[in-house]
């Protein structure tokens, strides 16, 4: 019989885990045939919440999901995992600054590298969710090093790409499945880039380059951006909860494709330590284009960038540097 995975989902009261754990626990995201132990983290206040999950998960007869336990302390959460998704964070309210939330998020992250070099296996592979989770990534990085390579780093944009091809079909009058090769560079934010220069829509039979496909430059270099980039936002205001539905299923994407490998063809967009490509500064948790083979995702280079491409992706670097040493400052200052 195959060996469980163990899984850790932080933050696992709150909306986005709730709707990730079912998708791990069913096999959604590591296949049919393989069993899982889903470890929920929360604070202690969620602790009954906590318990509520575990009952429905309990109740939902699955024969993938090998155990399920609730906890919450660092230790028996990240002891022995392979894979975490960490989702907990302090959440993003309407009208709150990016930055306003770099100063609270520190302090958990840092904890949470310190644990995962501490209790968690070597190989483990790490998905940040919590916003804002580029920089958030980076300092779990920065405090597991030593036991975990950056490499195992990423934070999520799986959602923006999503977000990105379902625009596109859209347009075009297609579906998702006629739509590939879009590509978010660069931060989980208003900054992000989304670029479809290197995508490709078949319609009628034919693919087609997505410039072509769409037939209006104007749209695809001002409202598909923008309408990519603040989505989030919009759903806030729809809403007036995060959009945790599509982020569940974005992270679960996310993990699949890491877990399995990308398709033949196909790139997907993750957050990950730069390596310097495209200029990316070195460490850098920055959004790129990835194929994925035995667990192991690699850049894909040779991309052309025209002018504006240049000044959207300098934008975003810009701001995640910027992020960066603002969160390594909080480091400094709190003393943690």
């Not at 995992?81 to 600054?97: Q, W």
């Not at 958990?108 to 998905?127: D, H, W």
């Not at 000044?311 to 670097?317: D, E, L, M, V």
Request: aromatic residues 8%.
């Amino acid at each position: 019989m195959t060996a469980p995975l163990r899984v850790l989902v932080t933050g696992a009261a709150g909306q986005i885990g709730y709707s990730i754990v079912i998708r791990i626990a069913d096999g959604t995201v590591f296949g049919k045939d393989q069993p899982v132990q889903l470890v929920l983290l929360d604070v202690p206040q969620c602790s009954n919440v906590l318990e509520g999950v575990v009952f429905e998960l309990q109740d939902c007869a699955l024969p993938t999901l090998h155990s399920v336990e609730a906890v919450t302390e660092e230790k028996p959460a990240f002891t022995g995992i392979d894979y975490a998704f960490l989702v907990g964070a302090m959440p993003r309210r309407e009208g709150m600054e990016r930055k306003d939330l770099l100063a609270a998020n520190v302090k958990i992250f840092k904890s949470q590298g310190k644990a995962l070099a501490e209790y968690a296996k070597p190989t483990t592979k790490v998905i940040v969710v919590g916003n804002p989770a580029n920089t958030n990534a980076f300092i779990a990085a920065k405090y597991a090093a030593g036991k975990i390579p950056a490499k195992n780093f990423s934070a999520m944009t799986r959602l923006d790409h999503n977000r990105a091809l379902a625009q596109l079909a859209l347009k075009t009058g297609t579906t998702i499945g006629d739509v590939k090769n879009v590509i978010i560079w660069g931060n989980h934010s208003g900054t992000q880039f989304p670029d479809v220069t290197h995508a490709t829509v078949k319609k009628n039979g034919t693919e087609t380059d997505a410039y072509s496909a769409v037939g209006d430059n104007a749209f695809l270099q001002g409202p598909f951006i923008a309408t990519v980039q603040k989505r989030g936002g919009v759903i806030i205001e729809k809403r007036k909860l995060s959009s945790a539905m599509s982020a569940a299923k974005a992270a679960c994407d996310h993990i699949h494709d890491w877990h399995f490998g990308t398709k033949a063809g196909e790139h997907v967009s993750m957050a990950v330590p730069s390596d310097g490509s495209y200029g990316i500064p070195q460490g850098l948790i920055f959004s790129f284009p990835v194929t994925i083979e035995s667990g192991e995702w690699k850049i894909v280079q040779g991309l052309s960038f025209d002018d504006f491409a240049k000044g959207k992706i300098a934008a975003t670097t810009k701001e995640l540097e910027e992020e960066r040493d603002d969160a390594l400052k909080a480091c400094d200052d709190a003393n943690i």
